[in-house]
């Protein structure tokens, strides 16, 4: 399985080298994601320049997964097939990337992302290299292949409330990656803290934080409802005193 260096990391690095100017590609890319089944085997990816120069792009595929925490997993796959895997786009134009499976829908849901990676420019030769550091830029459209049977399911395995902290545990049950839309509590007083709604995969698990005021433990006891995208809304209720809603 090879590793792959996320986008984000991949800027920060290049950002980092603050002392010279940089170059980047200026581009927009249409739709932000592609949904395929066995009646809809291919979808259309649309790329275009929106600056000034010329630029190549490649388009590389890889298998999506996530492990039991929730954390994202790229490796190598042929599975979903593209075209073109190589070009380039000249200012104002478009181009067209097309994505397809010949692989039979099953159970549970494939998930693909395509890495829509920006090409270092070509120097001609006996050219003089530009004192400009390239920051080549990489966008990934998900992509996911639904299944015979599509079940999404979630359900809170855990919730905990400690030093005016509430913890919940999340579990995608279902056989479709879940985007989680809000947390909501019995008591309007308690806020999400620091809430992710990044995607979660079947089998997969995250977890969400939230501060509980002094008051919230006031009535013995915590409801919280965490509300799916295209699924049923998940509830759990705890138990709670005065001493756990003490941060």
Do not use: H
């Amino acid at each position: 399985m090879t590793k792959f260096m996320n986008v984000a990391s991949a800027l920060a690095l290049a950002a980092s080298m603050a002392f010279l100017p940089a170059l980047a590609a200026e581009f927009t890319v249409s739709p932000l994601r592609a949904d395929l089944s066995s009646a809809d085997k291919s979808a259309s990816i649309t790329v275009a320049n929106t600056g000034r120069e010329t630029f190549g792009m490649q388009v590389v595929v890889r298998r999506w997964r996530q492990n039991a925490d929730g954390v994202d997993v790229f490796e190598e796959s042929n599975e979903l097939v593209s075209f073109p895997k190589r070009f380039d786009i000249a200012p104002g134009a478009r181009r067209v990337v097309r994505v397809g499976t010949n692989q039979p829908a099953t159970e549970s849901e494939a998930t693909y992302r395509v890495f829509l990676e920006e090409l270092p420019p070509i120097t001609p030769p006996g050219a003089e290299e530009d004192a400009k550091v390239a920051v080549l830029v990489t966008f990934a459209v998900p992509v996911f292949v639904r299944p015979l049977r599509p079940a999404p399911m979630g359900e809170i395995e855990a919730f905990d409330i400690a030093g005016g902290k509430a913890t919940i545990r999340l579990r995608n049950s279902g056989n479709q990656t879940l985007l989680v839309d809000s947390l909501e509590f019995s008591d309007e007083n308690v806020t999400s803290a620091d809430f992710n709604s990044w995607y979660l995969m079947p089998g997969g698990t995250r977890t969400y934080t939230a501060k509980v005021p002094a008051i919230a433990c006031a009535t013995g006891k915590l409801g919280v409802t965490i509300r799916l995208r295209g699924a049923t809304p998940v509830k759990r209720e705890a138990p709670v005193s005065a001493g756990q809603c003490m941060g």
